[in-house]
């Protein structure tokens, strides 16, 4: 029977890539002001993956987290955000299904709008649950973030998988069914099939992003959202987390409520932890920003945040959820923070040398199907082990599958 009741997220968690170069590193080869990168433009470090790390490893780790707490009986759908595709045909999505050892009774889906793709299949998760609030869905969002080398976007590069199980009754966070939209037909931030980093008109994204972000608040406010003063604070997409200041400027300024630079740092900083590490995840960002402020030392239970997503070319959606009493009995703020700081720090010419592997076409790698064994990084749980016969050969290092099949 289809439900009324609360449906959110029941559990969150999110993996990075194993590398990762400080902007301390950065500023000392670009000839940049570090204060530009720590205080400019909000950010510390960036996640680099390894030669055998990708989207779908990063998000096997992140759900492997998520299934071993919860198991998959319930479990009928995994829906895969990303704009980091690796095949224009195959859903990364079942890539984990198999490393996972998931059963073969599921729908596995891939989902694509820049980096609101996330949001789009949390909010089909919701639907598909409160029509039959027996199931579980499991919402995988995971990106790498690569700009051209030595251009304004390259210091907000960045990688990260999030997973949410989505379930009624949730333990997290309860998503309310009001929400705002905005699309808009924009070249701020694309990304053609022959490329491997995006093109970007960075002044354009950002007025694009707090274009979208007006639209999405005032549809949000018109169909009966949340006024600011009962939110608690908001989650932004943060491609770099003073992303998030300038649009919380512009949501008060929007709102009519005057607020100091201080007072918008103060509000936003518990959601600022992760991204500032990690770089720009693209899909998982706004939920790497819901992370940290549940991981914070607050005081959450039974109050509203608001959600702001944004996906370049342009879609954006402005929603609310509310923390459930006891959420932080179910909190992996250690696992998270382990994920950070378990990264292999690398020097600028180590990662220049990765960078200039992923450009496509892939020179290293064998186009005509030839078996091409790729060394081993600094991953998990799962690797990318190498390419043969034009298919992608993923290994589940150790343990063996969680539910391995008969
Ligand atoms: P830039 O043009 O090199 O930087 O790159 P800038 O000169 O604008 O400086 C940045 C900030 O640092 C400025 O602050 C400077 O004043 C400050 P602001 O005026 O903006 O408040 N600054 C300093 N501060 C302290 N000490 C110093 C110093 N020097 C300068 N010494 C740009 C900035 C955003 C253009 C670039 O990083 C870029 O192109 N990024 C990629 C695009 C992007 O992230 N856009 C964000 C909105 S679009 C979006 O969110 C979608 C996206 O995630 C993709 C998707 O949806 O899939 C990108």
Not at 234 to 262: D, I, S, W
């Amino acid at each position: 029977m289809p439900t009324d009741g609360p449906v959110g997220i029941h559990d969150l968690t999110f993996r990075t890539a194993g590398l990762v170069l400080p902007h301390t590193e950065l500023a000392r080869h670009t000839g940049a002001c570090v204060t530009k990168y720590h205080q400019g433009i909000g950010q510390q470090a960036m996640s680099i993956p390894a030669t055998d790390e990708d989207i779908v490893t990063m998000a096997a780790e992140a759900a492997a987290a998520l299934m071993e707490r919860h198991g998959a009986d319930r479990l009928r759908t995994l829906l895969f955000a990303t704009e980091t595709g690796i095949d224009q045909s195959k859903a990364a999505g079942v890539y984990v299904h198999q490393l996972l050892g998931l059963g073969p009774h599921m729908r596995v889906v891939e989902l694509k709008q820049a980096c609101y793709g996330a949001t789009a299949a949390l909010q089909l998760a919701t639907a598909l649950v409160r029509r039959d609030p027996g199931q579980h869905v499991l919402v995988l969002a995971s990106d790498v973030a690569r700009y051209d080398l030595d251009s304004p976007g390259e210091a907000t590069q960045g990688a990260a998988a999030a997973a949410m199980l989505i379930a009624a009754d949730p333990a997290l966070v309860t998503i309310h069914p009001t929400s705002g939209l905005y699309t808009h037909d924009v070249m701020d931030f694309w990304r053609p099939n022959y490329r491997a980093t995006a093109l970007v008109d960075g002044k354009k994204s950002l007025a694009a992003y707090l274009q979208a972000l007006r639209g999405a608040w005032r549809d949000y406010r018109h169909r009966g959202g949340l006024d600011v003063a009962q939110l608690h604070t908001v989650c932004y997409h943060q491609p770099f987390t003073r992303m998030a200041h300038k649009a919380h400027a512009q949501l008060l300024q929007e709102a009519e409520v005057p607020a100091t630079a201080a007072e918008i740092a103060r509000a936003l900083a518990p959601t600022t932890s992760y991204n500032e590490l990690v770089g720009n995840s693209y899909t998982a960002s706004l939920y790497l920003a819901l992370a940290a402020l549940l991981d914070s030392d607050q005081q959450l239970d039974g109050r509203s945040v608001g959600f702001f997503s944004y996906g370049s070319g342009s879609v954006a959606e402005f929603f609310s959820g509310t923390v459930r009493t006891g959420y932080r009995h179910l909190l992996r703020t250690e696992e998270h923070l382990e994920a950070v700081q378990r990264r292999y720090p690398i020097d600028y010419d180590t990662y220049r040398r990765l960078h200039r592997m992923h450009r496509l076409p892939r020179q290293e790698l064998p186009v005509n199907g030839a078996q091409h064994d790729l060394p081993h990084g600094v991953s998990g749980r799962y690797r990318l082990a190498g390419f043969h016969e034009h298919q992608r050969i993923y290994e589940c290092v150790s343990p063996p599958p969680l539910f391995p099949q008969p």
